[in-house]
Nanobody, 121 residues
C-alpha cells in the first residue's frame, strides 16, 4: 500500500516562509515524478510544482521565483520551499506522486491527504 505523508503546513504572515515535505512509503518499483498541487476554497486544484525522476521541474507562473521544489531520492521525499508567501497562496497543498506500486500492473497517480497553508496579512 503506497502512502504519501505530508508535513510542514501551518499559519504564516505574508512575506514569511514555510517548507513542506512529502515522503512516499510502501513497496514500489519506481517513482517517475513527485510534486505539489494546491486547492483554495471555491477553486479547482492547480499545479504548484513537480519534479521528474530525471530532475526536470515544472511550476506555476504564480510561484516562480518564490517556491523551490527539491527531492531526496534516497528517502523518496520531495520538498517545497515557499518564500515570500502571499495571502493568495492560502490553500490546501496536496502531495502528488506518479509511481509504479509493486501491487499494481502499471504506474499510477497517488495523492496525499493534504496540508493546510494559511498566509495572513
Amino acid at each position: 500500500q503506497v502512502q504519501l505523508v505530508e508535513s510542514g503546513g501551518g499559519l504564516v504572515q505574508a512575506g514569511g516562509s514555510l517548507r513542506l515535505s512529502c515522503a512516499a512509503s510502501g513497496r514500489f518499483f519506481s517513482i517517475h515524478a513527485m510534486g505539489w498541487y494546491r486547492q483554495a476554497p471555491g477553486k479547482q486544484r492547480e499545479l504548484v510544482a513537480t519534479m521528474t525522476s530525471g530532475g526536470s521541474t515544472n511550476s506555476a507562473d504564480s510561484v516562480k521565483g518564490r517556491f523551490t521544489i527539491s527531492r531526496d531520492s534516497a528517502k523518496n521525499t520531495v520538498y517545497l520551499q515557499m518564500n515570500s508567501l502571499k495571502p493568495e497562496d492560502t490553500a490546501v497543498y496536496y502531495c502528488y506522486a506518479h509511481l509504479w506500486s509493486s501491487t499494481m500492473p502499471r504506474p499510477m497517480e497517488y495523492w496525499g491527504q493534504g496540508t493546510q497553508v494559511t498566509v495572513s496579512l
